[in-house]
C-alpha cells in the first residue's frame, strides 16, 4: 500500500499514513478527529532529498 502524507486543517497536524486509496475517504486526524484533512503532496520525499541533494542541483524549479 502507497504511503500518504496529510496535513490536518483544523489542528495542523501532520502525519503520514500507509492506506489503500479507498480508505483516504474515511480518514480522520488522529489528534483532534477531524476529517478536514488536506494531501500534503509536498512534503513527500522532499524532506529527504532536500539533505541528499544539497550540494547538487538535479533541478532548481524556482531560481
Ligand atoms: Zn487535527
Known amino acids: 500500500m502507497p504511503i500518504?502524507?496529510?496535513i490536518c486543517t483544523d489542528c495542523q497536524h501532520q502525519f503520514s499514513v500507509?492506506?489503500?486509496y479507498a480508505e483516504?475517504?474515511?480518514l480522520v486526524c488522529p489528534e483532534c478527529?477531524?476529517?478536514n484533512l488536506k494531501?500534503?503532496?509536498s512534503g513527500y520525499?522532499?524532506?529527504l532529498?532536500?539533505?541528499s541533494t544539497k550540494t547538487s542541483?538535479?533541478?532548481r524549479p524556482f531560481t
Do not use: A, L, P
Open 4 to 6: 500518504y502524507d496529510f
Open 18 to 20: 500507509r492506506i489503500s
Open 24 to 26: 483516504k475517504k474515511n
Open 33 to 35: 478527529k477531524s476529517t
Open 39 to 41: 494531501e500534503d503532496y
Open 45 to 47: 520525499g522532499t524532506s
Open 49 to 51: 532529498s532536500f539533505k
Open 57 to 59: 542541483n538535479v533541478h
